[in-house]
């Protein structure tokens, strides 16, 4: 887990569509900051600042301290709202956490070692089923990424969730299931070769009769 970010945060009083409108013509985006057996505060971020965190691809499985005025609360991102044709923030919702609080997050799977996997090499495709798998993991413990290594992997061969090797206390929400994250596919060039092969097999046992 990389060093926790501060963001800086104001306390907003007013609100309703048009002061959300009025902050962000002054590039600020309006939040919420939930759960954690507090009332829910109304905030204000920097535009740029924030725009930055989401950019980085792991925003919402990121532990943040906002410094609201001089007051901290450890939050994690829990939802983006983003405009639908501008692309651009519109609204950002937190949840309190603790040191001992337990999360559900998305995190990102990165693949290693494809030079020692033999259906790559052989001019199969990776598959990816998952780009992404939802952990339960310690606040203060998630992990950035699951990193897996295609080593030995061939043709055909499927990668399960029980061949991840997960950091201490990190286990999948989905139990009971061996799900998969991604497999090693022949390429479309292969299956036609193969099919011209096969074709041309049929043809020749068609001659001999």
Not at 189 to 203: I, L, V, W, Y
Request: one cysteine or more.
């Amino acid at each position: 887990m990389s060093e926790m970010v501060e963001l800086k945060a104001e306390e907003r009083t007013v609100t309703g569509s048009e002061a959300a409108k009025k902050l962000r013509k002054l590039n600020s985006i309006p939040g919420i900051i939930y759960g954690g057996n507090k009332k829910p505060q109304m905030v204000a971020l920097p535009r740029k600042e924030l725009w930055k965190q989401v950019e980085t691809g792991h925003f919402l499985s990121t532990v943040y301290t906002l410094d609201i005025e001089g007051k901290k609360e450890r939050v994690i991102p829990r939802e983006v709202q983003l405009d639908p044709v501008r692309d651009f923030l519109v609204h950002v919702d937190f949840m309190r956490v603790s040191k001992s609080s337990r999360i559900d997050v998305e995190v990102p799977v990165h693949f290693i070692g494809e030079a020692d996997s033999p259906g790559l090499k052989r001019g199969g495709t990776l598959n990816i089923v998952r780009h992404e798998v939802e952990l339960s993991c310690p606040a203060d413990a998630i992990p950035e990424n699951i990193e897996i290594s295609l080593e030995g992997y061939d043709i055909g061969d499927s990668i399960h969730i029980s061949a991840v090797k997960l950091p201490a206390n990190v286990t999948p929400t989905i139990q009971g299931r061996d799900f998969t994250i991604a497999t090693i596919v022949a390429s479309s060039g292969m299956k036609s070769d193969e099919e011209e092969a096969g074709s041309t097999a049929t043809e020749g046992e068609d001659d001999e009769k």
